[in-house]
Nanobody
Framework: QVQLAESGGGSVQAGGSLRLSCVAS????????MGWFRQAPGKEREFVAR????????SYADSVAGRFTISRDNAKNTVYLQMNRVKPEDTAVYYC?????????WGQGTQVTVSS
């Protein structure tokens, strides 16, 4: 069973930046794509970004494309989400998760709050 530990969230003003980190442990992630997701109050969890095992392929939700960048360091079992030019609508709890996995549990997430 995987353990996922997200960190780096906090409060930031609109237009600012944050860098989220996610450390994965518990099993091998060789060949596993990873994703970032978020859940705002009263809303369903939604996809934000994903990255292939090699890091060579990335994709983003339209709402964050051009502002957020996903990356990974496989030697550290860590995935990052660089958030630039944040907006109040980016306020949510952010989670990382093996992309497409239905068997792995979710971590606690990290809260991001953007004020206008």
């Amino acid at each position: 069973q995987v353990q996922l530990a997200e960190s780096g969230g906090g409060s930031v003003q609109a237009g600012g930046s944050l860098r989220l980190s996610c450390v994965a442990s518990g099993r091998s992630f060789s060949g596993v794509a990873m994703g970032w997701f978020r859940q705002a109050p009263g809303k369903e969890r939604e996809f934000v970004a994903r990255i292939s095992w090699s890091g060579g392929i990335t994709s983003y939700a339209d709402s964050v494309a051009g502002r957020f960048t996903i990356s990974r360091d496989n030697a550290k079992n860590t995935v990052y989400l660089q958030m630039n030019r944040v907006k109040p609508e980016d306020t949510a709890v952010y989670y990382c998760h093996p992309y497409g996995s239905e068997n792995d549990s979710w971590g606690q997430g990290t809260q991001v709050t953007v004020s206008s």
